[in-house]
C-alpha cells in the first residue's frame, strides 16, 4: 500500500503521457536511425523530472485538492505520506532526472526539461489559484516534453522543436477546456478560476477556436515537410471530427457529457499524433 502511495503521488498518468509525446518528438528528429540508449536515457530523465514536479505538485495543492471530490483521498491530503518524505521524493526524483539528462543526453535536454519544470511549479501552480490566465501557462510546461525528445537527437531547437511546441500548446488548451466543463463542480468548490467556471459560454467558443488553430499548426508539419501523406489525410480527418465534437457543445445542454466526449477524442487526436509523427511517414 505504500509503495502505491508513492507511485500514485508521482502521477503516473501524467508521466506517461509526456513520455509518449516525448518519445514522438525523439523518433521524429532521429529519422528512422535510433540510438536506443540515448531513447531510453531521454526517456527515464524526463520521466523522473515529470515526476519530481508531480510530487511537488502535490505538496503545494494539498489545501485545494481537499476541497476537490476527485482529489480528497491523495496521499497528502488524508497524511498517508508524511510533508518531509514527499519533499525528500521530489528531490531525489528531481535530482535524478537532471543528472541523467546532462550526463547521458545533453544540456539543452537538461535546459528544456529545467524550463518546463520551473514554468510548471514557479507559475502555473501558484497562478491557478488567482487567474484564468493560469491554463495558458500550464500549456507552456506541457508542452515541453516533444521539445526535449527532438532536442536530446538534434542538440538545437530549430523550426521542428518550435513548431511540436505551438502544437502540444494549441492541443492542451480544448484538452483543458473541456476537463473543466466536465468537472465544473470540483474546481467551483476549490474556488479555481478556470474558465469553464467563468464562464462556459467562453469555454465552449475557446474550445472550437483552439481545435481549428491545433489543426493548421499540426498540418504545418506536413507544408514544411516533416511528415507525408498519410500523417495529412489521417490527422486532417481527425481534427474534423474534434471540431465537430466541440461544434456540438452549443448543441445540448448536457454541458458535463458532451465536453466528456471532446475530452476523451483529444485523447485519441494526441496518442494518433504521436504515433504518426514518431513514424515519420515522409521517410
Sequence with gaps: MMID???????????????ITAAAGFLLASHGTISLPLFI???????????????FNNLLDRDIDAQMERTK???????TIPTFNAIAYGSILGISGFILLIFHVNLLAACVSFFGFAVYLGFYTPLK?????ATLVGA???????????????NTVDRGAILLFAILI??????FFAIGIYRLQD????SIPI?????????????????????IAALSLFAYGYVGRAYFIVMTLLCVAWLSLALALFRTDENSRAARKVFLFSLVVILAWSALIAFDFAK
Design 170 to 175: 494549441l492541443w492542451q488548451m480544448p484538452h
Design 140 to 154: 507552456l510546461a506541457g508542452a515541453v516534453p516533444p521539445v526535449l525528445g527532438y532536442a536530446a537527437v538534434a
Design 195 to 215: 474558465l469553464p467556471v467563468k464562464s462556459i459560454c467562453q469555454a465552449k467558443t475557446q474550445i472550437v477556436l483552439y481545435i481549428i488553430a491545433f489543426g
Design 5 to 19: 502511495a508513492y507511485y500514485r503521488l508521482a502521477k503516473p498518468g501524467i508521466i506517461y503521457g509526456n513520455g
Design 187 to 190: 474546481y467551483a468548490a476549490a
Design 129 to 133: 489559484r488567482v487567474s484564468v490566465h
Design 41 to 55: 536515457a531521454t526517456i527515464a530523465g524526463l520521466s523522473l523530472v515529470v515526476a519530481s514536479a508531480c510530487v
Design 73 to 79: 483521498d491523495r496521499a497528502l491530503v488524508v497524511g
